[in-house]
Nanobody, 120 residues
Framework: QVQLLESGGGLVQAGGSLRLSCVSSGSIFSRSTMGWYRQILGKQRELVARISIGGVSTSYADSVKGRFTASRDNAKNTVFLQMNSLKPEDTAVYYC?????????????WGQGTQVTVSS
């Protein structure tokens, strides 16, 4: 059973920073592409950032490029999202996501989410 547990959310003023963490249980982390998604109330969940298995390759939504940075520590089964220059429109529940390919099939796992609120 794989579990993803996010932490680091909270309330911050516009222009501030937060660092989200997501710890994975089980043995799949080092073989998983990791992602951060967010969901604003009443809207679809959207991809914020993705980081490759080795951490070399990252991609970001246009809305967060230059402000957010994804990283990972495979030795600690943890992925991070450093969020700088936060804006009120970044307010959302942020979810950690893991995608692992096994036997030609893709398995996807989600965390429970952590609330980020940015006040103006």
């Amino acid at each position: 059973q794989v579990q993803l547990l996010e932490s680091g959310g909270g309330l911050v003023q516009a222009g501030g920073s937060l660092r989200l963490s997501c710890v994975s249980s089980g043995s799949i982390f080092s073989r998983s592409t990791m992602g951060w998604y967010r969901q604003i109330l009443g809207k679809q969940r959207e991809l914020v950032a993705r980081i490759s298995i080795g951490g070399v390759s990252t991609s970001y939504a246009d809305s967060v490029k230059g402000r957010f940075t994804a990283s990972r520590d495979n030795a600690k089964n943890t992925v991070f999202l450093q969020m700088n220059s936060l804006k009120p429109e970044d307010t959302a529940v942020y979810y950690c996501n893991a995608v692992v390919i096994r036997g030609g099939l893709s398995d996807t796992y989600w965390g429970q989410g952590t609330q980020v609120t940015v006040s103006s």
